[in-house]
């Protein structure tokens, strides 16, 4: 009974604790685990053999905590168990659960810890002794994600769950290693922070302040100077995990190809860039082909492809803070840059 009520004070504290941080976990996956099921039943002795199993669910982000579904099966192998006494009997046997849980979560950047409540079947496997068991009850569960990419996750998942046939009873304490794989991706909300490119202006002269008296005027001349100056003009930003455009940021790729025909002297790079999701290589990868798809797009609508150079600067130019979901929402971006000969008169004196 004390067990019982620990396990389910554990639970509870994790459901009631409310973060603010948004995480990367929602949507649908599926997953495998495999690891040990500490068993025992009514008057036998515990053993420890292996467990594997399969889930699948749904999450929906709510507001920086995670709710989901996760429906399971797992299967506990078989093993040998000697008798306690007064009942010096010998059974072997293994067990299968399945049923399904409310997951919640508290998401942190790649981490996140859960808790699991629910309903579960067990049935027993084996001897006669524990081929009756077949019973349905609480399941509890507690553990820990990682997202080590875009779409994969690995939790490490203690869960427990119990069977009884009259007044013999089977307990399964499973501790499992797990992958997951991810068929969503968090949807990316347009970034509002643009870049607008400055108009070029020429500088004119001021006039002196008038002085008395007035001194003899010094013969001088204006002459214009060309000086370089680098412009960033807004791009556009990507779903996680894509270099595909989507509809919302052609508009602003409207504005570059609108810019490219004024300036038709200006020669543009078009550089890529991710959050910090997922490892440097892949990263690096990804921010390339953003960076190329964005100038595809800029070839269609009529900008020589050799006006444009493609750079990727992977997850190393951060733009924001991607310990944020909004902060890695703005480094998944592509900018387009280049440099104007802007005109500036200097005063000449003799």
């Keep these: 009974m004390k067990k019982y009520t620990m396990n389910i004070t554990l ?9 603010a941080q948004a995480g990367e976990f929602d949507g649908g996956y599926v997953g495998g685990k495999i690891g ?42 078989k093993k040998t168990h000697t008798g306690v006494a007064p009942a010096p009997v010998t059974v072997h046997y293994g067990s299968h659960v399945y049923g399904l849980d409310l997951k919640l979560g508290l998401p942190s950047g790649n981490w996140m810890p859960y808790a699991k409540l629910g309903y579960a079947h067990v049935g027993g496997r084996g001897d006669a002794y524990a081929s009756v068991i ?17 779409n994969w996750s690995v939790a490490g998942e203690w869960t427990n769950n119990t069977g009884k046939s009259g007044i013999t009873k089977l307990n399964n304490d499973n501790f499992t290693l797990g992958v997951n794989y991810y ?40 002459k214009t100077l060309l000086e370089n100056k680098p412009v960033c003009i807004e791009g556009a930003n990507f779903e996680f995990d894509s270099a595909r455009l989507r509809s919302g940021e052609i508009e602003k ?4 190809v609108r810019f490219a025909e004024k300036y038709k ?11 910090d999701i997922g490892t440097e290589a892949y990263n690096q990868k990804l921010s390339e082909r953003r960076a190329e798809s964005v100038k595809a797009y800029l070839v269609k609508k009529g900008v020589a492809a050799d006006r444009i150079d493609t750079v990727g600067y992977g997850e190393s130019k951060p733009m924001a ?5 909004e902060g890695r929402e703005l480094n998944r971006r592509v900018e387009v840059c280049t440099m104007l000969k802007v005109e500036k008169k200097v005063r000449v004196t003799k």
């Design 253 to 256: 790729l409207d504005e570059v």
């Design 11 to 19: 639970a509870a504290a994790l459901l009631g604790t409310v973060v």
């Design 321 to 325: 803070d991607n310990k944020t979901r």
């Design 183 to 222: 068929f969503d991706t968090p949807a990316v909300a347009p970034a509002t922070v643009a870049a607008v490119a400055p108009a070029v202006v020429k500088e004119e002269p001021k006039a002196a302040p008038a002085s008395a008296p007035a001194p003899e005027p010094m013969p001088e001349t204006w």
């Design 265 to 275: 002297d200006a020669q543009l790079e078009s550089s890529g860039h991710t959050c």
């Design 36 to 77: 040990a099921n500490r068993t025992d039943m009514t008057a036998v002795s515990r053993q420890s053999p292996v467990a594997t199993g399969l889930e699948g669910g749904y999450n929906w982000d709510m507001n920086g905590m995670l709710l989901g579904v996760d429906g399971f099966l797992d299967f506990n192998g």
């Design 134 to 150: 077949g019973d349905s009850g609480m399941h509890l569960g507690l553990g820990v994600e990682y997202k080590f990419a875009p």
